[in-house]
């Protein structure tokens, strides 16, 4: 049975997206981008696109500063580089536990297979 989250449309890639699997993802550009967060509240994140995804990822200082780790801190330098994306959870501002995306903080090894192109979603009509 999937998981309620999945049955809600989204144009950002979510925890619930990952299926509680490690993913290995080229990063293909990245782009400063509004987010709207709890409550309504916008905020400027910098937004990952990945090669051969379709949902892009907001991300904040916990996955730029593992990414800067591995790549440096100028954004130009991620083009072509591959992070490992995994599920975990994290305490919203209300407190509590919900679940997020964040990076291995190591580069995936040259074995490390990409995620594959992601099939069209089915669309039916209601």
Not at 18 to 41: A, N, P, S
Not at 45 to 63: E, M, Q, R, W
């Amino acid at each position: 049975m999937a998981h309620w989250r999945e049955m809600i449309d989204s144009d950002w890639l979510r925890f619930v997206d990952l299926q509680g699997k490690d993913v290995t993802v080229e990063i293909e550009k990245v782009v400063r981008g509004e987010v709207t967060g709890e409550g309504g509240v916008k905020s400027k994140k910098p937004v990952l696109y990945f090669k051969n995804k379709k949902k892009p990822l907001a991300i904040g200082a916990t996955i730029g500063k593992t990414i800067e780790s591995m790549y440096g801190a100028d954004t130009s330098g991620w083009l072509g580089k591959r992070i490992t994306l995994f599920t975990s959870t994290t305490k919203s501002k209300a407190g509590e536990t919900v679940g997020c995306i964040r990076v291995r903080p190591k580069a995936p090894s040259a074995s490390t297979q990409t995620a594959p192109q992601e099939p069209a979603p089915e669309r039916t009509e209601e």
